[in-house]
């Protein structure tokens, strides 16, 4: 999907960001963006720019689809469309549909987020996403999975009400 596609971009620049704040948190070496980007690939070359990107694209197809497939029934349900004519408040409930198209959407995707971050941040050899899935879910069962998922949230219910 376009989605993916758009992932594929700007994935190397989520590595980046996600080594930062790590380092950052563990009292590591701050560098800046390109001394990061550039340090990743002289350490692990392209695949290491791209670590986590299976899990960062099914997060994507996931997300992105449950975001707009559910924007129109959640504005039926809302009878968004009988208002349509008082202007404000039509305005109004489609951003309340947007709003919970991105909060269902991203309480559903959650876990495929946690797996990106844990094998962007992971060094060394690669670890598959069946791997990391075990490594997660072993750490704390399926709630291990949902770690961050408030703000996950909140953080797709401004997007999906301000995009959509």
Same mark, same amino acid.
């Given at each position: ?5 758009? $992932? %594929? ?18 009292? =590591?070496?701050?560098?800046? +963006?390109? $001394?990061? /980007? ?16 299976? @899990? @960062? ?29 008082? =202007? /404000? ?19 559903? @995707? ?5 797996? /990106?971050?844990?094998? !962007? ?15 997660? %879910?072993?750490?704390?069962?399926? +709630?291990?999975?949902?770690? =961050? !998922?408030?703000? /996950? ?6 997007? =999906?009400?301000?995009?959509?």
């Amino acid at each position: 999907t376009s989605c993916t596609a758009a $992932q %594929f971009t700007v994935h190397w620049t989520q590595t980046s960001m996600v080594r930062q704040q790590l380092a950052a948190m563990q009292g =590591g070496e701050r560098l800046g +963006f390109l $001394q990061q /980007t550039s340090s990743i690939f002289r350490d692990e070359g392209v695949r290491g720019l791209y670590r986590g990107f299976s @899990a @960062a694209a099914l997060r994507e197809m996931s997300y992105s689809s449950l975001r707009f497939g559910l924007y129109e029934p959640i504005k039926v349900l809302l009878r968004a469309d009988k208002v349509a004519n008082t =202007g /404000t408040a039509a305005a109004g409930l489609n951003v309340v549909a947007g709003l919970l198209a991105g909060t269902v959407a991203a309480a559903i @995707a959650s876990p495929t987020d946690m797996l /990106t971050i844990r094998m !962007i941040a992971s060094t060394g050899e690669a670890s598959s996403l069946s791997a990391t899935a075990r490594a997660i %879910f072993k750490e704390g069962g399926i +709630f291990a999975f949902y770690r =961050g !998922i408030d703000t /996950t949230m909140a953080r797709a219910a401004i997007l =999906g009400g301000t995009k959509m």
